[in-house]
C-alpha cells in the first residue's frame, strides 16, 4: 500500500522564522496529499491538501506544493505564531480504492516568543 | 455543527476487562472511521463504516475488537479481554459523502490497561 515518511521532530523555532516540514510519499498513481494538525488537547484538523501533481494546497498561511518528481508534499509557512505550536501529520489514501489515510508519524513544532 | 464526539475521553482497565467506547459523528457525515494512535506515532486505520455497513477492516483489528454502527449513526467500540499492548488513544472520524479523505476527527478516548 501506500506510505508516508516524515520529517522527524521536535522542531523548535522562534516567532515570525520560515517553516518547513518535510514530507516524502510513496504511492501507486498520483493521490491525493494531505496535511492534518492537531493542536495540544484537541482532534486532529484537516490543514490544507493537494488533489492532483503541481497542486498547491494553502490555509492559514501554511502552503504546500505535490511534486511528483520528487515525490514530495512538503509544509512551509513563512512567519510561523506561538498558535501554531502543534503536531503536524501528512497523509494520503492508503491504496486505490480504499478510503482509510495512513499517516506519518507526525512532527511536533514549538514556536516560542 | 457540534463536531465529532467521543465517550468517554478517559478510560482505565484492568487486563482482562471488556471497555466500550462511543463515537458519535457529525449528524450529515455517513462516512465513520476508527483509528489507534500510539505515543509517538500518527493515527492507524482500524476500519471504517459506510452508513450501517462495516466496508473495511484493518489486519490490527484482532477479533478481540469489534465495531458497530447501527441504524448509521453513532458507532462502539468494542475491547474484549484487553491486553497491555491495548494502551492506545483511540480516534474516531467522519466525512461526508463525496469527500471521504475530508475527515474530522474527534478528541479520542485514552485508554490505559493495567
Known amino acids: 500500500g501506500n506510505s508516508v515518511t516524515q520529517m522527524e521532530g521536535p522542531v523548535t523555532l522562534s516567532e515570525e522564522a520560515f517553516l518547513t516540514i518535510n514530507c516524502t510519499y510513496t504511492?501507486?498513481?498520483?493521490?491525493?496529499l494531505f496535511w492534518y494538525v492537531q493542536y495540544p488537547g484537541e482532534g486532529l484538523q484537516l490543514l490544507l491538501k493537494?488533489?492532483?501533481?503541481?497542486d498547491k494546497g494553502s490555509n492559514k498561511g501554511f502552503e504546500a506544493t505535490y511534486r511528483k518528481e520528487t515525490t514530495s508534499f512538503h509544509l512551509e509557512k513563512g512567519s510561523v505564531q506561538v498558535s501554531d505550536s502543534a503536531v503536524y501529520f501528512c497523509a494520503l489514501p492508503s491504496g486505490a480504492g480504499s478510503y482509510q489515510l495512513t499517516f506519518g508519524k507526525g512532527t511536533k513544532l514549538s514556536v516560542i516568543p | 455543527d457540534t463536531g465529532v464526539s467521543q465517550d468517554p475521553r478517559h478510560k482505565i482497565t484492568k487486563r482482562g476487562q471488556n471497555v466500550t467506547f462511543r463515537c458519535d459523528p457529525i449528524s450529515e457525515h455517513n462516512r465513520l472511521y476508527w483509528y489507534r494512535q500510539t505515543l509517538g506515532q500518527g493515527p492507524e486505520f482500524l476500519t471504517y463504516?459506510?452508513?450501517?455497513?462495516?466496508?473495511?477492516k484493518s489486519r490490527l483489528l484482532s477479533d478481540r475488537f469489534s465495531a458497530e454502527r447501527p441504524k448509521g449513526s453513532f458507532s462502539t467500540l468494542e475491547i474484549q479481554r484487553t491486553e497491555q499492548g491495548d494502551s492506545a488513544m483511540y480516534l474516531c472520524?467522519?466525512?461526508?459523502?463525496?469527500?471521504?479523505?475530508?475527515?474530522?476527527f474527534g478528541p479520542g478516548t485514552r485508554l490505559t490497561v493495567t
Open positions: 472520524a467522519s466525512s461526508p459523502l463525496h469527500a471521504e479523505y475530508e475527515q474530522y
Open positions: 493537494a488533489t492532483k501533481a503541481d
Open positions: 504511492a501507486t498513481g498520483y493521490p491525493s
Open positions: 463504516f459506510q452508513n450501517e455497513a462495516q466496508l473495511e
